[in-house]
Structure formats: structure tokens, C-alpha cells
T-cell receptor
Framework: EAGVAQSPRYKIIEKRQSVAFWCNPI?????LYWYQQILGQGPKLLIQ????????DSQLPKDRFSAERLKGVDSTLKIQPAKLEDSAVYLCASRGYRDRGRGQYFGPGTRLLVL | AQSVTQLDSHVSVSEGTPVLLRCNYS??????LFWYVQHPNKGLQLLLKYTSAATLVKGINGFEAEFKKSETSFHLTKPSAHMSDAAEYFC??????????FGTGTRLQVFP
């Protein structure tokens, strides 16, 4: 089966610009996650979707970050305006209903550099 | 609250020698524990998982981990390191909300 797809793989922008990342989860996976991984740290959950509804966005900086999953399949994460400290790898993950408690499947990530 | 502590930020071994990556966890619940590996410019790959079954868990590529409740540890081991094992390894705890809490990672270097 195809894995979690993400694009773009790399993005360089200047501070105060906007950027969007796209994720397509494994087919049939209802739960989708966005993580932020700053260099030298473990991934940190930003937002979790169940189908097209938000389950947990408590760690999402809502003044500049937004995410949607309108049709319950693919998802977009946006940053507007970007700050220098947003430089990180943004990881998307998904899991199926039967995988609850058994781990998540991660995409390759989008590496963002804010100058 | 759940948390994990990876006791070593870097581990260096010679090819063919044993690998030990240490992890301690804190959890208010009976936890699920995982080890993920991240190769450069690649996504996170699940190595193995403990979900309250056998305490000795075998994973992919010859890795295994032992859940020790009395020591709140979940150390990752491999009898013989291979050059392809060089990567970043993350110990992860999950609570009953299915949220994953990652450690800060251990970078494994393997020398020929």
C-alpha cells in the first residue's frame, strides 16, 4: 500500500511570507496528524483530525497556523505570516481505526527554512 | 502526564558490536511504548511497539526492547550493529488518548 505522501519536500521563504504544506494519508485512514520537528528535538503534535473534524489543536499556534481537512482525506497546513522560529520539519502521520494505540504511519516530511 | 527521557543524545559503536539505546518513561496509565527510527531525509519508521502483551518485544532489523515496569524503562538493543543502523532513534510513549509523546532522540553512529 502507498504510504503517507507530503509535498513539497523542501521550502525556503522569508519571514512574514506565507506557506502551505499538503498531506495525503494512507487510503482509508480516518485519523491524520500534523507534527512540528525542530532541529535536535522530537516531533511535537500540532493538530489531530478525525475524518474532517479537529480532535486536538491545543498545541497549534492559532494566530499564525491553520489546518484543514475538508473532505476527510488530504489535509493542508498553512503558516501566515511565518517567523524565523517556524524553521522545522513538518511531519504528517495517519492511522487507521484498528491501529489505535499501535502507532502511526509517518510521511517523509516537509523541511521549512525561514530566512 | 506522560513523558520519556532518552538518556543519551549520541551513541557510537563499531560495526558488529552490540547496541544499547536507553529510555525511561513516566506515565499515569498503563502505557503503550514505541521506538521509531529516522534516517536522514526520511520519514519516521516504526521499529517496534509494546502494548501490554509480552514484555520482550521484537522489532524489525534485529532490534528488540524490554519493558521493565519496576524500572520504568524501555531500552532498545541489537546484538550486532550494522552500518545501515546509523540514524536517529526516538522513544515514544502513548497514553489512553492515543497521543504520542516523543523523546528528544538518540543519534546512533556506527563505525566500520
Amino acid at each position: 500500500e502507498a504510504g503517507v505522501a507530503q509535498s513539497p519536500r523542501y521550502k525556503i521563504i522569508e519571514k512574514r511570507q506565507s506557506v502551505a504544506f499538503w498531506c495525503n494519508p494512507i487510503s482509508g485512514h480516518a485519523t491524520l496528524y500534523w507534527y512540528q520537528q525542530i532541529l535536535g528535538q522530537g516531533p511535537k503534535l500540532l493538530i489531530q483530525f478525525q475524518n474532517n473534524g479537529v480532535v486536538d489543536d491545543s498545541q497549534l499556534p492559532k494566530d499564525r497556523f491553520s489546518a484543514e481537512r475538508l473532505k476527510g482525506v488530504d489535509s493542508t497546513l498553512k503558516i501566515q505570516p511565518a517567523k524565523l522560529e517556524d524553521s522545522a520539519v513538518y511531519l504528517c502521520a495517519s492511522r487507521g481505526y484498528r491501529d489505535r494505540g499501535r502507532g502511526q504511519y509517518f510521511g517523509p516530511g516537509t523541511r521549512l527554512l525561514v530566512l | 502526564a506522560q513523558s520519556v527521557t532518552q538518556l543519551d543524545s549520541h551513541v557510537s559503536v563499531s560495526e558488529g558490536t552490540p547496541v544499547l539505546l536507553r529510555c525511561n518513561y513516566s506515565s499515569s496509565y498503563s502505557p503503550s511504548l514505541f521506538w521509531y527510527v529516522q534516517h536522514p531525509n526520511k520519514g519516521l519508521q516504526l521499529l517496534l511497539k509494546y502494548t501490554s502483551a509480552a514484555t520482550l518485544v521484537k522489532g524489525i532489523n534485529g532490534f528488540e526492547a524490554e519493558f521493565k515496569k519496576s524500572e520504568t524503562s524501555f531500552h532498545l538493543t541489537k546484538p550486532s550493529a550494522h552500518m545501515s543502523d546509523a540514524a536517529e532513534y526516538f522513544c515514544v510513549v502513548s497514553d489512553n488518548t492515543d497521543k504520542l509523546i516523543f523523546g528528544t532522540g538518540t543519534r546512533l553512529q556506527v563505525f566500520p
